[in-house]
Each structure stands twice: as structure tokens, then as C-alpha cells.
């Protein structure tokens, strides 16, 4: 699927599955536009972040406090954000300004000429992005007194271009704009997702040949960073790769990345890829049979940021009287269960995992692998043992 010839990357892709929605973000846009820096909102954000500082939250970019852990043990959330994903509530469409929506369309002549005209595009562009690689002075945006509509965007012209499918349009906006392919929103630090990171977590890969094309060709920019984490959750572009359990995309993309499997790390939170792939895709997914390992899960791997959280926390198992009670058991379809288990198997035939490493909550992949649904009888058996004092019963 991933192996595209020039001559592919070269066609210009159909359009994306948002093009319907441009016409109304416009509208958002040119009211997002006269808003963006009055006085009201200049305050709102200089009172919001006083808020935080109380809470320890010295800047946008801050370590996770230990308050911002343990509002994570109440529930499931993703690994990769907050508990609450910004946006997730939001039913308006998004308010994105007109450089964003013009490169979803792919017509390059309109962006040029909205560039010509003075279109705000200073936190775009390659030498505004490189030069300030430190994510502290990135991402600080709270003082400033006119802040450019560029920065306050939670998006971009190459992101929206990937997301549409416009593989022509995100190579001029990259080649010829002078864009960053690295460049992550500094609006929203907790889902400021690189243009590598975002065609991958974000975007219809497996059913839209122009998202695999906007991929393939993003791969080849030679100012392109693979290995650019995002801010407070370090979560590298292999670690989304992982989670969705797709083989194929996994051994692709480590092989055009510096130090392949090797270069991921661990994030924020602990988790090592082996990690990633082993947790619980939903809360409803959790094995609830099992309390004791229920009550020490805290984080699912699913991407998909509409997903609405489980309606019982984790916390809230003790007070479960049977497992009759739980009507939200989803179980693992045969496919997906063959997915993750080979998906783990790479991994442990790649060597570069212990499954004995711990992530901040205590737990070993194995351990999540205890906690979920009609796991591949395999998996465990080819995991190794488990020494993870939270593993009591069920596993």
C-alpha cells in the first residue's frame, strides 16, 4: 500500500473527505480573524493561565504535575493527550483562516494570491519555526499583546493540505512557501501534532490514496524532522504508528526514520512502543472481571478524539456488584486480535523492548494485556512473565 512511485506522488489526489465544511469554516475564519487579539480575549487568556499557575503550570509546555496525573486516574484517557481533548466538545466547525482553507481545496493559485495580499502566515514558515526550537519559547504565546492569527491557529496550511489529500498543494506550501514540515500548532500544546505525526494519528490513511501520497512525499523532505516529539506528552510519530497495529505502516516508516524502532523512546507517561501496543484500544475494552487490574488502567490507545470516555471511571469499579452490570464490554474482533499480536511480536523479535519496564502508573505492557478483552491467546505466552505487583487476579 505504501510503496508509491514518483509518478504517483506526482498526481494530484481527489479531494479529501472535508472539503464539504470550507465554505462554512470561512465564515468562522473572518469572525476568528477580527476577535483573535481584542482586549477580551487578550485578558481571558492572560487569566486562564494565572489559574494554572496555582495548579503548578508554569507555562503551556510545563512538565504533567503530579494534579494532572491523578485527574488522569479517574477515567481512560488517550495516551497521547489530556483527558479532555480540546475540540471534543466543540459542535461549531473549526475557525481556521482563509490560507488553511485554501490549501485543503489545492488550488495552489488561490493560496498565492492570498499570500501576495498579506495573508498572516509568520508561524508557518521554516525560518520563524527552526529558529526557536525550544518548546518553552514556542509555544509561550500568553504575553504577547498582538498575537499573529498564524500562531493562534490550531492547525496549518500543510495540515490541512495532508488531511484533504493534497499531496501537489503540500509540496508547494513546503517547496515554494517556504513552509516547515515540522511545524506544530502552538494553540493547543496538548494536541500540537507535528505534519508527520498528524497524517499518521489523524488522517484516513487506509482509505485515501492522497493522504498516502501527501505521507510518502512529506518522508522525503530533506528538512524534515521523523523524529520531532510533541510537546509535554513526547509522543513520537512511531508510537501513533504503533497504535493503530497496522504492520505494513510500522516497518515502512521505521525504515525512513533515523535510528528506525530505536528512535522512539518512551514518552511522557512511561510508555514504550511495547506499551503503546499493548494497551486497551477503549475503555470498553477493559476486563472488567478482573477489578484489581481494571482500577490500575489508566490509559487507552485509541486516536480517535471523538470517542466519548467510558461512562464509569476506573476509580469507580469498587463499587461494581457484578460484571453483569457492565453493559459497555466491547470484545476484540478476530482481525484485530491477529493485528496486535503480530504487531507485539515485532516487537519482541526486534529485541529492543523489556517487557519488564514500568510506566508511571506502575505497569508493564503485559499487565495491560491482563486488563483487556479476549486478547490473542498467544500474546501472553509470547510476552514473557510478568512481574508487575498491580497483576492479582485475572491475568
Known amino acids: 500500500m505504501y510503496q508509491l512511485t514518483l509518478q504517483e506522488l506526482a498526481e494530484d489526489p481527489p479531494a479529501g473527505p472535508r472539503i464539504a465544511e ?11 480573524q477580527y476577535q483573535l487579539n481584542g482586549r477580551q480575549l487578550r485578558d481571558a487568556r492572560a ?21 494532572e496525573l491523578e485527574e488522569r486516574r479517574l477515567g481512560f484517557p488517550r495516551f497521547w493527550t489530556e483527558p479532555d481533548v480540546p475540540d471534543r466538545w466543540v459542535r461549531e466547525l473549526r475557525a481556521v483562516t482563509a ?20 495573508a498572516d502566515e509568520s508561524a508557518w514558515l521554516t ?8 518548546d518553552q519559547q514556542l509555544f509561550d504565546i500568553r504575553s504577547q499583546n498582538d498575537v499573529h492569527i498564524s500562531a493562534l491557529s490550531t492547525s496549518s ?56 501520497r501527501c505521507l510518502a512525499s512529506l518522508l522525503s523532505h530533506p528538512q524534515l524532522d521523523a523524529n520531532i516529539c510533541t510537546p509535554i506528552f513526547n509522543v513520537h510519530p ?27 523512546g518512551t514518552t511522557a507517561l512511561g510508555h514504550t512502543l511495547l ?17 484489581n487490574i481494571a482500577k490500575s488502567i489508566h490509559c487507552i490507545r485509541t486516536l480517535d478524539s471523538r470517542w466519548i470516555p467510558y461512562p464509569l471511571s476506573s476509580s469507580a469499579y469498587e463499587s461494581l456488584q457484578s460484571a453483569g452490570e457492565q453493559s459497555a464490554r466491547v ?23 523489556d517487557v519488564r519496564v514500568r510506566d508511571i502508573d506502575g505497569n508493564t505492557a503485559l499487565h495491560y494485556l491482563a486488563g483487556t478483552w479476549n486478547i490473542h491467546p498467544e500474546i501472553i505466552r509470547s510476552s514473557g512473565r510478568d512481574d508487575n505487583p498491580n497483576v492479582i487476579e485475572g491475568s
Open 157 to 212: 496550511p500543510v495540515h490541512e493540505a495532508i488531511a484533504a489529500g493534497q499531496v501537489v498543494m503540500m509540496w508547494h506550501l513546503l517547496s515554494t512557501c517556504g513552509y516547515s514540515p515540522n511545524y506544530r500548532p502552538r494553540a493547543a500544546p496538548t494536541v500540537a501534532l507535528p505534519p508527520l505525526s498528524f497524517a499518521i494519528a489523524r488522517c484516513d490513511i487506509i482509505h485515501y490514496p492522497g493522504i498516502q
Open 275 to 291: 506499551h503503546v501496543a499493548s494497551l486497551p484500544l477503549t475503555g470498553w475494552h477493559v476486563n472488567d472481571r478482573a477489578p
Open 238 to 264: 512511531l508510537h501513533f504508528a504503533i497504535a493503530n497495529h497496522d504492520l505494513e505502516l510500522l516497518t515502512w516508516l521505521a525504515g525512513f526514520i533515523p535510528g528506525g524502532l530505536g528512535a522512539a
Open 22 to 32: 470550507r465554505e462554512a469554516e470561512m465564515d468562522n475564519a473572518t469572525k476568528f
Open 99 to 118: 490560507l488553511e482553507i485554501a490549501a485543503g481545496t489545492g488550488n495552489t493559485e488561490s493560496v498565492d494570491i492570498l499570500r501576495e495580499a498579506g
Open 331 to 353: 470484545p476484540i474482533v478476530e482481525s484485530k486480535q491477529h493485528a496486535q499480536y503480530t504487531t507485539i511480536q515485532l516487537l519482541l523479535e526486534w529485541g529492543g523492548c
Open 127 to 134: 525560518g520563524n519555526d527552526e529558529a526557536r526550537r525550544d
Open 47 to 67: 487569566q486562564f493561565m494565572e489559574t494554572a499557575r496555582t495548579s503548578g503550570i508554569s507555562h503551556p509546555v510545563c512538565p504533567l504535575t503530579e494534579g
